[in-house]
């Protein structure tokens, strides 16, 4: 697997990780809201349902007041009319703690004036909270509440039977009239605490509420940025490749025409001088004359025909894709030898070997590319002015690579050529002038198979050329 698929392999799930995290704050964020709005709006109903209950016992000792000073009938059923509304509470209150029947607590409810509405979100609320602090804490209000509340029933009863059984004297008014404040106060308190502690209750939701949003909020705008500058550095890249790509083309496509323009003058070149030398040689009666003629036709036939295979190693570099397979690099170095031994020159060349590797893993399409070139320039530039012409060829292992240097005793190369011999059609003045494709086709066969080439030259003392291929499997 390749680097580049690890990364994204890697980096795929972060993304995902990113829009999961966006999904379930979102989610957080509503369910929190909806049942924070939930409680607050039972809450509501509940200070509402207080006022509703103070009200009533108001009203009812309004009415228990009166009835003793004026003792109507009307007054006492008003009283106990009134008182009602606390007690539906009550009865609403003690259903909810153990758990009663929903329609009790409803029909409770109901007598304590609460709108309908508000019914299932009280209960539900009490159920579900009723051991949260803020909440306890009314509960224990409102019982102390009710039991007051009882309390002042039971003085209802009693005014109603004292006046009953006889008329009460101003003395015992005055009494029953301070035992009914004395209630009637007691119940304010609590009835005041008990709306205290929700809306204190309240204002902690509310301020929990808002720390939970901006907690969500800003998790959320992390992550949506995170994934942002993720996508932008993604396009940013993706769009750099593009750009590299496209000047890749447009320098293929440069070489492209280049390649043309030279391989359609080239090829033409030995046709134009055979055909030139035939007319001279068909004018021409000496034997000696025409078969100087006929070596130079055949110098230029030989000429093409190794421009031709040239043109062939180029294409055959370009499209043939890398198979990297057990290779051995000593008979593929001795068949390129074998190749070049009907040259003339090659027999006055002493060729060195010294083989420290065979078995490798590489291309051999490629190897054989190499070597050819590489040995056919050596033979090529060889100076003949030297009594003793070699080259080496030599092979070895160097750290995490293969090595493979050809060094000859030829004519070198010039300094300031040296960097443009890798070049398309590149040709220095000498009398060899060949194709100028070799060596670039070199390049692009070490380049193929992920290795790299160096030259070492002098001029008339000779040039070293050295490869380096990345071991793949070998240890
Ligand atoms: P060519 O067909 O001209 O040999 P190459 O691309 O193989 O084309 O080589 C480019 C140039 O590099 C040659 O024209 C030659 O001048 C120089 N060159 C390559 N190999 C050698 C060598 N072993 N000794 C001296 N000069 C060399």
């Known amino acids: 697997m390749t680097q580049q698929k690890i990364t994204k392999k890697l980096k795929l799930p972060n993304v995902f990780i990113l829009l999961l995290i966006v999904f379930f704050s979102c989610a957080l964020l509503i369910f929190a809201n909806f049942y924070t709005i939930k409680i607050l709006s039972a809450n509501r109903a509940y200070v509402n349902g207080e006022s509703h209950y103070s009200k009533g016992q108001k009203d009812a000792v309004r009415h ?13 059923q008003l009283f106990e009319k009134e ?3 606390p007690q539906g509470d009550g009865i609403a209150r003690i ?3 153990h758990n009663g029947d929903d329609e009790v607590i409803k029909n409770g409810f109901r007598a304590g004036r609460i709108n309908e509405k508000d019914l299932d979100d009280m209960i539900w609320l009490f159920k579900y909270f009723k051991s949260v602090s803020f909440l306890a804490d009314a509960i224990k209000e409102w019982e102390e509440g009710d039991y007051l509340i009882h309390q002042l029933a039971l003085v209802g009863h009693e005014v109603a039977h004292e006046i009953n059984v006889s008329k009460l004297n101003l003395a015992e008014k005055q009494f029953l009239l301070q035992r009914i404040s004395s209630i009637s106060d007691k119940l304010t308190i609590n009835e005041q605490e008990f709306s205290n502690t929700l809306g204190e209750g309240c204002r902690k939701i509310k301020d929990y509420l808002i720390l939970t949003n901006i907690f969500f909020v800003l998790i959320i705008i992390g992550s949506v940025s995170t994934y942002y500058s993720k996508m ?8 750099k490749e593009i750009e590299v790509k496209n000047e890749d083309l447009t320098l293929a496509n440069k ?10 003058h080239d090829l033409r070149s030995p046709i134009t001088s055979l055909k030139g030398l035939i007319e ?5 009666d000496d034997i000696s004359q025409i078969k100087d003629y006929l070596n130079l036709m055949y110098k230029s036939l030989t000429k093409q025909d190794q421009f031709i295979s040239d043109i062939i190693d180029y294409s055959k570099n370009k499209r043939k894709q890398v198979v990297i397979e057990p290779v051995n690099l000593t008979d593929l170095i001795e068949d390129a030898i074998n190749q070049h031994e009907h040259i003339k020159s090659v027999k006055k060349i002493t060729i060195k070997k010294e083989f420290e590797i065979s078995n490798i893993h590489s291309d051999s399409l490629r190897l054989k590319i190499i070597f050819n070139n590489l040995l056919s320039n050596a033979i090529k530039y060889s100076d003949e002015n030297k009594e003793d012409m070699h080259i080496s060829i030599k092979t070895y292992s160097a750290d995490k690579f293969h090595k493979i240097e050809i060094t000859d005793n ?9 960097s443009q011999i890798f070049d398309m059609f590149f040709v220095t003045n000498n009398k060899n002038k060949g194709s100028g494709l070799g060596l670039y086709i070199v390049k692009e066969a070490v380049e193929n ?16 050329f050295t490869v380096t291929l990345p071991k793949l499997y070998e240890t």
């Open 64 to 76: 228990l007041i009166t009835y003793i000073y004026t003792q109507e009938e009307k007054e006492l």
């Open 83 to 85: 008182l009602k509304v």
């Open 95 to 97: 259903a909810l703690s």
């Open 232 to 239: 932008v550095k993604k396009l940013l890249s993706s769009k």
């Open 255 to 264: 070489e492209l025409d280049k390649f043309v323009y030279s391989a359609s």
């Open 280 to 284: 001279i040689a068909q004018l021409e």
């Open 410 to 418: 030829g004519i070198g190369i010039k300094k300031e050529f040296q």
């Open 449 to 464: 198979i992920n290795g790299i080439i160096t030259v070492h030259s002098e001029s008339n003392i000779g040039s070293k």
